[in-house]
């Protein structure tokens, strides 16, 4: 019941936001006049995301709120971006945590798709540390939980992640192949942020192999789509890409244009991670090739040091290591008989919708069959009427020859006997005689 209560409230305000524009402010003042605390949570939640609100107090204060009133997936919810908060500002061990968290709660009221969400994010955070085995690990697992229809527009982000490794691993061609699997699928499935999300990656694996024009080429395309899309994640990679790329074609002041806009959001969002280590670098490039020693040293020294947090710190990849193993270990013990469960609703759906399928097509066959039939029967009905015309036609016209003999001959027979007063007049001569 409290599941289909969340729904009805998602859905009421998705309409709200849709009318809206995801005006902030709008939401804000729903919250204002909202009594009922599990709404303003998720009013709260909201506004977080759609607000781009990277303050871990704020994502506490209703993680602490969440648990006061016992609401599961208000808990699950703000873990989850307190998770993401964690990791823009490359503190992986607190984003493993709140993972975790994220994850528990999720299993506590058995939301698969909030549990394929932490799993698959699980995924993502042993990625970053060069924990290969146990990405791909995670990413299984939560592919798992994507065979149900409701999670199936996730397989394609879990295939870019999987051409992530390959591409680490050096491996350009099967990680190209996976990228391009994965832009068919969100090709396919109209999806406008997968669809810039896997230009990005064919973008950035085309720059690290130093084929240029291609990687702008579909860097472009990535942040063109994005923006029909007004979906502002990962917007400052996308824009770090570009800018690198053109400066690389020579084209200083339109990547420089790019990086400023990069670091006005990075500053909107408050990121200190790998983008924001990343645009110190390329401002240290930047200005190194404008002579301008001082300056880019100075950003070089940030970028040196940002790099160091996020690639060298053994006392984060020690905590993250272990941590990521007590969840796993954790994780395969997952609800195997509820996701066999899930799968089993979905094949019972499947059968369902082929009975259907079925039925209709049996009933199309039946109709087809019949107008056929009834096309035959008009045709030999046609055919019919038309030889019983052809015969009318011919009986006529046999009937109209034998009238017409018939007035010749009684014409010829008029003109050849003689008339009835010329045998009168010579019979009574005859007789008087």
């Avoid at 890409?241 to 790019?258: H, I, P, S, T």
Wanted: aromatic share 12%; net charge positive; glycine share 4%.
């Amino acid at each position: 019941m409290r599941l289909l209560i969340f729904f009805i409230c998602v859905l009421f305000l998705s309409l709200n936001l849709l009318a809206v524009k995801f005006n902030v402010d709008s939401l804000k003042k729903l919250l204002d006049s909202e009594k009922n605390p599990e709404k303003r949570i998720e009013l709260m939640n909201l506004i977080g995301e759609y607000g781009g609100i990277e303050r871990t107090t704020y994502w506490d204060s209703i993680i602490a709120n969440s648990k006061n009133i016992n609401y599961y997936y208000g808990v699950t919810y703000s873990s989850f971006m307190q998770s993401i908060v964690y990791t823009k500002k490359g503190k992986y061990d607190n984003a493993v945590d709140f993972a975790e968290q994220a994850l528990n709660y999720a299993k506590k009221y058995k939301d698969t798709v909030w549990m394929g969400y932490a799993i698959e994010h699980l995924g993502s955070l042993n990625s970053y540390i060069n924990e290969k085995q146990t990405a791909l690990n995670y990413y299984n697992d939560a592919l798992k939980l994507y065979e149900a229809k409701k999670l199936s527009w996730r397989k394609g982000f879990v295939t870019i992640r999987l051409g992530e490794i390959y591409e680490s691993d050096g491996n350009t061609t099967e990680s190209m192949k996976l990228y391009q699997n994965s832009l068919n699928f969100f090709l396919k499935n109209k999806d406008t942020s997968g669809i810039s999300n896997a230009y990005n990656k064919i973008g950035k694996l085309f720059r690290n192999i130093n084929n240029l024009d291609s990687a702008h080429y579909y860097l472009k395309k990535a942040i063109d789509s994005r923006n029909k899309y007004k979906d502002e994640y990962y917007l400052c990679s996308i824009l770090n890409d570009l800018a690198f790329v053109n400066l690389d074609l020579g084209k200083k002041e339109l990547a420089y244009k790019y990086i400023l806009d990069s670091q006005k959001e990075a500053e909107r969002i408050g990121e200190k991670g790998r983008d924001f280590r990343d645009i110190n670098f390329f401002l240290y490039r930047y200005h190194k090739s404008k002579k301008k020693f001082e300056l880019s040293l100075r950003y070089k020294e940030v970028a040196d040091s940002l790099d160091k947090v996020l690639t060298n710190s053994s006392n984060d990849k020690a905590i993250l290591r272990q941590q990521s193993k007590y969840i796993y270990d954790k994780q395969k013990e997952l609800d195997e008989i509820q996701n066999s469960k899930l799968i089993a609703i979905e094949r019972e759906e499947k059968e369902k919708q082929q009975l259907i399928i079925y039925a209709a097509c049996a009933g199309l066959l039946l109709l087809i069959i019949f107008a056929a039939f009834m096309i035959n029967r008009f045709k030999v009905i046609s055919k019919q009427k038309k030889l019983i015309e052809k015969q009318k036609h011919f009986v006529d016209e046999k009937q109209k020859e034998i009238l017409d003999s018939i007035n010749y001959a009684s014409r010829i027979q008029k003109a050849l006997l003689p008339r009835e007063k010329y045998i009168t007049r010579n019979l009574n001569k005859f007789t008087k005689n």
